[in-house]
């Protein structure tokens, strides 16, 4: 069983404004992935990381932003939102296999 | 060409039926696969993993795998309402990255 964290569960912002999605884990992983994902559809890989300072773009392009400082650690920005990042955002850590955190659902108005 | 494909679905069974949930992907080097189960709203949970060519029971669950049809696929024995989710195939290649099918949603119908 892994932990990990999301906040906040729920966000709802207004257009422009800047926002930070935060994700900890505790296992000592060192790849953690973003998710976006609309209702009923699949997975988008947007961001992930192979370790601390390591962050790369994932296979949907996106207007977030990641960051790895520390191992534990794997905040998204948006420094602008958007009607169009309304979605729900997840987050997840691997050791042989990918463990998922609850999720963000963002609506942006 | 997807490098996991699944049948969207939707899948609907009967209670207490056998439900067969199906999965192949592209990558012939591709060394783990596995299987999500994501209920509406919550995020994906592991329920199976298989790295071996046969099956591998776990309760009522059975994870198969041929590398050499390039095919994976979840076995759900008496099929109950509480399985009615979307299930997620996943398969890790050689570089230890996963790669996730679009899922299948399955509806077990009382």
């Known amino acids: 069983e892994a932990d990990i964290y999301q906040t906040p569960r729920y966000l709802v912002i207004g257009t422009g404004k800047k926002i930070t999605l935060e994700c900890s884990q505790t296992m000592g992983h060192d790849k953690m992935y973003w998710y976006q994902q609309d209702p009923g559809m699949e997975l988008h890989l947007i961001h992930y990381s192979y370790g601390v300072n390591s962050t790369e773009k994932g296979d949907l392009s996106s207007e977030s932003t990641v960051s790895r400082i520390r191992t534990e650690h794997f905040p998204l920005t948006l420094e602008s939102a958007r009607p169009s990042h309304t979605s729900q955002y997840l987050c997840?850590?691997?050791?042989?296999?990918?463990?998922f955190g609850p999720g963000t659902r963002l609506l942006v108005l | 060409q997807k490098e996991v494909e699944q049948n969207s679905g939707p899948l609907s069974v009967p209670e207490g039926a056998i439900a067969s949930l199906n999965c192949t992907y592209s990558d012939r080097g591709s060394q783990s696969f596995f299987w999500y189960r994501q209920y509406s709203g919550k995020s994906p949970e592991l329920i199976m993993f298989?790295?071996?060519?046969g099956d591998k029971e776990d309760g009522r669950f059975t994870a198969q795998l041929n590398k050499a049809s390039q095919y994976v696929s979840l076995l759900i024995r008496d099929s109950q309402p509480s399985d009615s989710a979307t299930y997620l195939c996943?398969?890790?290649?050689?570089?230890?990255?996963?790669?996730f099918g679009a899922g299948t949603r399955l509806t077990v119908k009382p």
């Open positions: 298989i790295y071996s060519n």
């Open positions: 997840a850590s691997k050791f042989e296999t990918q463990y």
């Open positions: 996943a398969v890790g290649n050689n570089n230890n990255d996963m790669r």
